[in-house]
């Protein structure tokens, strides 16, 4: 084969689903047939035109898993039909941040799907060292949240996220529902959730909030309520909104740690009190995506069924109709996530 079907973001808001080029297999890559691809809020702001829009026509999507197709003149240690779910993090893979798996910090970083051509396509390729074998019998639908777990996994480390500590997360969107389900697993409590979607906060509910928010007024009384009128130990921020991030400061205790989580506008800034920071000894951390050693531990608890996934793998749509998926997703409230089924 010289050609395969992709999806092509060719300018905001467009996608043209058309015959382009098969991707080179250099030595050290592997190309994976592309089974499910999930549709991220990052596809979203780039399909939107507020993230990566210097880097259009672009095949997005980086929320996948396939089989290996084809294999690299130098690659020995992976063999052609395994399953596979990738690292999308491409860094040079010896400077000082790519030792220290903080990839996203190297020179030369770029990420499939967003700095490269992606998933919304029957084929990709990719570095054979960031293709990770997939030994449990689990299904591709859910196999493809391999990514999004790897990233709550990423902040929860990051936050150094622990048991008994109090926790407020704004957003019950997708990746704020997995936050849910990650600061279960490590046994934080209270954990309470905050959004303006009555279905999402019942969704939080059902995926392991104690309590969930949906009248902003409301929210700094239930917060003191929960947390013996401190404040949360942790605030995780999933939304990128401005406000939020600044209203995180206000709730988290004297001592307390705010997660910089949510992707805001390049350049938008966020007025903090650095002088209360400092004698309250408050702290910030930002992540955004999971790498190394996150991916296999995201792959390993999904593997096990740690995390609830039934209602991130509902709905799915054809690549010839990924247009329409993009353009009525906000009106799937009820569905965390939308795949893109492309191999059988």
């Known amino acids: 084969m010289t050609t395969m079907r992709a999806a092509v973001l060719t ?3 467009r996608f043209e689903v058309r015959e382009v080029a098969m991707p080179i297999v250099g030595p050290d890559d592997v ?8 549709i991220c809020g990052t596809d979203i702001h780039i399909f939107n035109g507020h993230y990566a829009a210097d880097r ?4 997005p999507g980086h929320e996948f898993c396939g ?6 003149a130098n690659v020995r240690h992976l063999a052609a039909g395994a399953r596979v779910v990738v ?3 491409i860094g040079c893979g010896s400077c000082y941040w790519c030792r220290r798996n903080e990839v996203l910090n190297c020179a030369e970083v770029t990420q499939v799907g967003i700095g490269r051509d992606g998933a919304f396509a029957e084929y990709v390729a990719v570095p054979a060292r960031l ?3 997939v030994q449990a019998d689990i299904a591709d639908a859910v196999l493809a949240l391999t990514e999004p777990v790897a990233c709550v996994v990423r902040a929860a480390r990051k936050a150094q996220a622990t048991f008994g500590q109090s926790v407020l997360i704004f957003g019950a969107g997708p990746i704020g529902n997995l936050h849910v389900q990650m600061m279960r697993l490590v046994g934080a409590a209270p954990i309470i959730v ?3 979607s009555p279905d999402r906060c019942r969704m939080a509910i059902e995926a392991g909030a104690d309590a969930a928010v949906s009248d902003p007024t409301e929210l700094k009384a239930v917060v003191h309520k929960m947390t013996g009128g401190r404040g949360a130990d942790l605030v995780i921020e999933s939304v990128g909104n401005r406000k939020l991030y600044e209203q995180a400061f206000d709730l988290a205790r004297r001592g307390g740690h705010v997660a910089f989580f949510g992707i805001t506008p390049p350049g938008e800034t966020v007025a903090l009190d650095s002088l209360r920071t400092v004698l309250e000894e408050g702290s910030l951390k930002g992540s955004v995506a999971g790498m190394g050693e996150d991916m296999h531990d995201a792959l390993t608890l999904l593997s ?20 329409e998926a993009f353009e009525t997703i906000g009106e799937r409230p009820q569905h965390l996530k939308t795949q893109i089924a492309i191999a059988a």
């Open 67 to 72: 089989t290996i197709a084809q294999l690299g």
């Open 31 to 38: 190309l994976v047939r592309v089974a499910r691809t999930g």
């Open 11 to 13: 300018a905001p808001k």
């Open 56 to 59: 259009l026509p672009l095949v």
């Open 87 to 89: 690292d999308i993090n």
């Open 304 to 323: 096990h069924g740690r995390f609830r996934t039934q209602d991130f793998t509902k709905a799915s749509y054809p690549l010839e109709a990924i247009q």
């Open 131 to 133: 293709a990770i074998p």
């Open 194 to 196: 905050a959004d303006l």
